[in-house]
């Protein structure tokens, strides 16, 4: 993949995390952090095991090789540092999260 076809996954893959928006508008404070809690459990469980198992990392990798950069090889990636940052916004503001 071109460096310029790379680039331009991250970037569709970044518009991505307006999902969560949509998720929490249209959820609603309650039932949004329910999801989000099982959701952050899952990005959490699966960016450590691919961390800690190389075989793992590596299938994850190829897999979305195109996409990650090659520096999050050997440490956790973006979608780690947005869903669990979305989620301790949510529950510091609660229902006053007007994102």
């Known amino acids: 993949m071109s460096e310029i ?15 969560y928006w949509v998720f929490y508008r249209a959820l609603g404070y ?4 329910r999801w989000m809690g ?4 899952f990005v959490v469980v699966i960016e450590t095991a691919r961390l ?9 990798m ?4 195109g996409i990650a950069r090659s520096e999050e ?4 990636t973006g979608i780690f540092h947005t869903t669990v940052g979305v989620y301790l916004v949510l529950l510091a503001y609660g229902e ?3 994102l």
């Open 38 to 41: 099982l959701w952050t459990f």
């Open 96 to 98: 006053r999260a007007d």
């Open 30 to 33: 309650p039932r949004a952090m």
């Open 62 to 65: 190829g897999y979305f090789g």
């Open 73 to 76: 090889k050997s440490r956790y």
């Open 5 to 19: 076809s790379s680039e331009i996954g991250r970037k569709v893959l970044h518009m991505l995390s307006l999902v």
């Open 52 to 60: 800690f198992h190389p075989g793992f990392n590596a299938w994850l």
